[in-house]
C-alpha cells in the first residue's frame, strides 16, 4: 500500500521559515528520510512548485526591506547613544546575513525533496484546468468567494483548485492507498463544523471526489501520528504558532497576513528589541553598548 502525501505551499513556507530562523533545524530533512526509506510517496502539484520559491524570495526580500526601514529609523533617533545605535544596526545585519545562508541551505533541502525519485510531480493539463474552472462555476470548495467592487463576486481559475483538481486525477487513478493532505489553509480546506484542530476534516465538497484524504494542519503531527517520526511537541508548537492567529493562506499574489506579522516580529527579536517593543519604537530596546 502506498502512502501518499500532499504538502500546501503554505506548510512549504512556515518549515522554510522554522528553518531559516534557525531555532527548528532539521524540520526539513525528516520529510527527506521518509523518502529515503520508501515510507511515502510525495505529490507535488505544478502549482504548489511554482507559488514556492516565488514566495520564499518575496518573504526573504521582504524580510530585508523591514530590516533596512528600522535601520533607518535607528539611525535618525537622536536620542539613542551612538554605541547602541551601531550595535543594533550592526546586528540586524549580521542576523540576516545568517538569515540568507539558511535560506539556501533550505532550498538545496527543498530541491533534493521535489527532485526524489519518491515526488510524483502532477502537471497542470487541460482536463485539470477545466475541472478547476468548474469549482470555481459551482462556488465548490476549495473555491474561494472573494468581492470586488460594487459587492460583486469574482469567478476565477484559482491556485487550490488547481491543486485539488490535479490529486485528484491522478488519485482516482490509484488503488489500495493511504492519502493525507496538509495545509494551514482550513478555510478553503476544511469543515469549519469542527472546533479544534485536530477535529478539522476535509470539507465534504471535497471529500466526495476522493476514495480516501485525511486531512490535517500540522505537517509534524502528521509524520508522527501517520509514518512514526519524532518531532518534539516543541517544533509542533513553533508550527502551529505560525498559524493559530489567523487563516495562514497563500494569496495568487504571494500576499499573506500571518507571515506579513512574523517578519515585523522577527525584526524586534534580531533587534533585541520584541515584537511590541517594536510596536512602539526602536527607544525600547535592551540591548547594551558593546564594552
Do not use: W
Amino acid at each position: 500500500m502506498n502512502n501518499y502525501l500532499c504538502i500546501d505551499t503554505n506548510i512549504y513556507i512556515q518549515c522554510c521559515l522554522l528553518e531559516i530562523k534557525g531555532d527548528t533545524p532539521d524540520t526539513l530533512n525528516k520529510l527527506y528520510d521518509l523518502l529515503e526509506e520508501d515510507k511515502l510517496r510525495l505529490l507535488l502539484p505544478e502549482v504548489i512548485q511554482l507559488e514556492f520559491y516565488q514566495i520564499l524570495e518575496d518573504k526573504a526580500d521582504e524580510l530585508k526591506r523591514s530590516v533596512d526601514r528600522h535601520k533607518e529609523e535607528i539611525g535618525k533617533d537622536n536620542s539613542l547613544d551612538d554605541k547602541i545605535s551601531d550595535d543594533l544596526i550592526e546586528k540586524l545585519d549580521d542576523c540576516i546575513n545568517d538569515r540568507g545562508k539558511n535560506k539556501e541551505e533550505v532550498k538545496k533541502t527543498i530541491e533534493k525533496i521535489f527532485s526524489h525519485k519518491n515526488t510524483v510531480k502532477l502537471q497542470i493539463s487541460n482536463d485539470t484546468l477545466i475541472k478547476a474552472y468548474k469549482y470555481s462555476l459551482s462556488k465548490k470548495k476549495p473555491f474561494k468567494k472573494s468581492q470586488k467592487e460594487e459587492g460583486k463576486i469574482e469567478q476565477s481559475l484559482q491556485g487550490d483548485c488547481l491543486i485539488i483538481s490535479t490529486l485528484e486525477e491522478f488519485l482516482n487513478k490509484e488503488k489500495d492507498f493511504e492519502f493525507y493532505f496538509c495545509s494551514r489553509n482550513k478555510s478553503d480546506f476544511a469543515d469549519n463544523k469542527a472546533v479544534a484542530d485536530k477535529d478539522m476534516k476535509i470539507h465534504k465538497d471535497i471529500k466526495k471526489n476522493f476514495a480516501h484524504i485525511e486531512y490535517y494542519l500540522n505537517l509534524f503531527q502528521l509524520l508522527n501520528d501517520k509514518l512514526g517520526t519524532d518531532y518534539s511537541a516543541d517544533a509542533i508548537a513553533k508550527l502551529k504558532k505560525l498559524g493559530e492567529e489567523e487563516n495562514l493562506s497563500i494569496s495568487s499574489s504571494g500576499e499573506d497576513p500571518i507571515l506579513d506579522k512574523i517578519i515585523d516580529s522577527e525584526v524586534g527579536d534580531i533587534a533585541g528589541i520584541g515584537s511590541e517593543g517594536l510596536s512602539k519604537g526602536i527607544k525600547k530596546s535592551k540591548l547594551e553598548p558593546k564594552k
